[in-house]
C-alpha cells in the first residue's frame, strides 16, 4: 500500500515537474515583456523593476501605433478565419462521419480507410495544388483561401466516426419508429449526444486554425490581410533588436488561445474521455 502511494506521489511529482518545464518559457515571456529594453538586455532579475515603464514603452506602441502594426487588424482576421474554420470543420466533419459510421453506404469500409490514410499525408506536399486550385478560383489573398481548405482534414471525420460508433443503437430504432428520417436523426440524436467529441473538435480547430502560419504566409499577400501570426512575424523582423517590442506583440498573439484553452481544457478532456479516440 505504501509503495503503491510512494509511485503515485513520485509520478504526480514528475508530472508538476514537466509541467513547471512546459509553462516556464510562457511564463517569461510575459514577465519580459514588462521590462524595458534597458532591463532585457542586462538580465538582473526575474521580475521587473518597473513594470509601468516598461508596459508603456512596449503594450502602448504596438496597441496604439496602427499604421505600422495593424495588430486590431490582425486580431480580426484571425478571429474572423478560424471561427469560419470551425463551423465548417463540424458541419463537414459530423455529416461525413454520421454517413460513415451510421448510414448502410456501400463502399463505406474503404471510403473511411482513403479518409484515415489522408492523416499520414504531410500538409506541406498539398501546398502546391491547393495554391494551384485557389488560383483557378481567385481565392488567393482572400479569407476564403484559408477557410474551405481546411473543410477537407481527416482528423475530425476520424474522431467523430468512432463517436458515433458508441452511440446504441437502439436510440436510432426508437427514433425510426417515431418516423425520424436520416437527417432528424443527425439532429435530433446524434449531435446533441455527441457535445463532448464536438466540443473537442471545435476547439482542437480553432486553436490550429489560430496557429496557422504556413497557410496565411503562403496564400495571403496584403499586410491588412494577413493573421495574428504572420503579421507578428513580420512585425518582429522589422524589429528585431527591439526586445520589448517584440515580446509585448507575441504576448498579444498568444493570450487569446491561452484564455480560451484554458477555459475549454475540461471539455478536451471530456471528449477525449468519453470515447472520441476510442475502438
Given at each position: ?114 479518409i484515415i490514410a ?61 418516423g425520424c428520417g ?98
Open positions: 500500500m505504501r509503495e503503491s502511494r510512494s509511485k503515485q506521489f513520485a509520478l504526480e511529482l514528475f508530472v508538476a515537474l514537466a509541467a513547471v518545464l512546459f509553462l516556464l518559457p510562457v511564463l517569461l515571456i510575459y514577465v519580459e515583456s514588462l521590462k524595458p529594453d534597458a532591463e532585457i538586455v542586462r538580465f538582473e532579475s526575474v521580475l521587473p523593476k518597473h513594470p509601468k515603464l516598461g508596459y508603456h514603452e512596449n503594450y502602448s506602441y504596438v496597441l496604439n501605433t496602427p499604421e505600422e502594426i495593424p495588430i486590431f487588424r490582425w486580431l480580426q482576421n484571425s478571429v474572423v478565419i478560424s471561427t469560419c474554420v470551425t463551423l465548417l470543420v463540424l458541419t463537414v466533419d459530423s455529416l461525413a462521419a454520421y454517413g460513415l459510421a451510421r448510414l448502410n453506404l456501400p463502399g463505406k469500409r474503404y471510403v473511411f480507410g482513403l489522408t492523416l499520414m499525408v504531410p500538409g506541406q506536399i498539398l501546398l502546391v495544388p491547393v495554391y494551384l486550385i485557389l488560383n483557378r478560383l481567385h481565392w488567393l489573398d482572400t479569407p476564403a483561401a484559408l477557410i474551405f481548405p481546411a473543410g477537407a482534414g481527416a482528423f475530425g471525420v476520424f474522431l467523430l466516426a468512432q463517436f458515433f460508433r458508441g452511440i446504441p443503437k437502439e436510440l436510432e430504432e426508437a427514433a425510426m419508429l417515431d436520416p437527417l432528424r436523426l443527425y439532429w435530433h440524436i446524434m449531435l446533441p449526444l455527441s457535445k463532448p467529441a464536438l466540443a473537442t473538435l471545435a476547439i482542437l480547430t480553432f486553436i490550429g486554425s489560430w496557429n496557422d502560419f504556413l497557410g496565411p504566409l503562403v496564400f495571403l499577400d496584403s499586410v491588412e490581410r494577413y493573421t495574428l501570426p504572420v503579421g507578428v512575424a513580420l512585425f518582429q523582423g522589422s524589429y528585431a533588436n527591439e526586445y520589448g517590442l517584440t515580446l509585448a506583440a507575441s504576448v498579444v498573439c498568444t493570450a487569446p488561445i491561452l484564455i480560451i484553452f484554458m477555459i475549454f481544457s475540461r471539455q478536451i478532456i471530456q471528449g477525449m474521455a468519453f470515447g472520441g479516440l476510442k475502438e
